[in-house]
Structure formats: C-alpha cells, structure tokens
C-alpha cells in the first residue's frame, strides 16, 4: 500500500485497514448501498417511462376515428395533432422525472370535436390543460391553476423542447 502524505507529517498505511477510521470511510455497504439506490432509480425511471408508454399507446385508438365519430359533425384527430401531442407528454414527463426525481401524474388524453387533443391534469393540487390542434402545429395553447384562479398560468408554448418554466409549474402544482 502506498503512503498518505498530509502537509509536513504524514503516517505509514500499514495497519490502517484496522484503524476505527478506515472502517468508517470505507465501509463495506456504501458502495453497494449506491449501486441499489442507482439501480432502483432506474428502475424506476423504466417502471413510469412504461406506463407513460402504455398510456400513449392505448391513445392511439383516437387515430382510428372517423369523421363523425361523435354521432354528430367531429373531425378526424389527424396524425400529427397526436404525434405532437405524445411527444410533448413524453418529453416533459421524462424531464420532470430525470431533473426533480418525481413523476409527473399522467393525464388524461382527449380527442376534441374540432379534430384537436387535450392533455388533462385534474389532480388534489391543480389542474392543467394543454391542447394540440392542426392550424397551429408548433405551438400548444395552455392553463393550468390550483383550482380558485391560485398560481393560475396561461399562454401558449412551442411544443419541441421543454420551456422550464412550465416544467416547474406542472412540478409544483400537478
């Protein structure tokens, strides 16, 4: 074993795997501790990345409907619309996951009469709804708030990429 040189004084390694402060820094759990705590993280992340998955394919029943399909005058859900939409669910689901280690609760996915989808959040803290429409395929319109108009947020954001801003409020409030 080499020796540990501290400044001016320094002391031989020998005997050191019995000294109380080597069984304190290298105990033998941590690192295995930390390979469990990675790998529940994981798979974890697998688990929610799954459901968030399962959630979109059963959505893709939407894409079968025809014009009418509400017995009535309802356009078709184009496959854009849906794709842009699952796409931005899947995105900011899996950054809020990654960055805050939390999972975002999933929501509902609505096909509208106007051909557009809505991703529904009705959840014990807030609500939030976002919908995708196919006059205005780069951009998704917004509102979400606590219910009674608290930390309401509004507007309309681009739908490639995440917008932090939205991410921290569906984090906190969703």
Excluded at 3 to 30: A, D, M, Q
Excluded at 51 to 75: F, N, P, Y
Aim: net charge negative.
């Amino acid at each position: 074993m080499a020796e540990i040189t501290t400044g001016v004084n320094s002391f031989p390694t020998k005997g050191w795997k019995n000294s109380p402060l080597y069984r304190f820094w290298h105990h033998s759990v941590l690192i295995p501790l930390q390979q469990e705590l990675m790998g529940s993280k994981m798979k974890n992340a697998d688990t929610y990345n799954s459901k968030v998955d399962e959630l979109i394919e059963q959505s893709k029943h939407m894409l079968a409907l025809e014009e009418g399909w509400d017995e009535e005058d309802a356009l078709p859900i184009g496959k854009a619309v849906w794709e842009n939409a699952t796409s931005f669910l899947r995105a900011y689901a899996g950054y809020i996951h990654q960055h805050y280690e939390i999972p975002l609760e999933l929501p509902d996915i609505n096909p509208l009469r106007d051909g557009s989808i809505d991703l529904e959040w009705r959840t014990s803290r807030g609500r939030l709804l976002i919908n995708f429409n196919k006059e205005n395929p780069r951009e998704a319109s917004f509102y979400g708030d606590r219910y009674g108009d608290e930390d309401c947020i509004k507007g309309n954001v681009d739908i490639k990429g995440i917008r932090e801003h939205l991410a921290i409020w569906m984090k906190n409030c969703l």
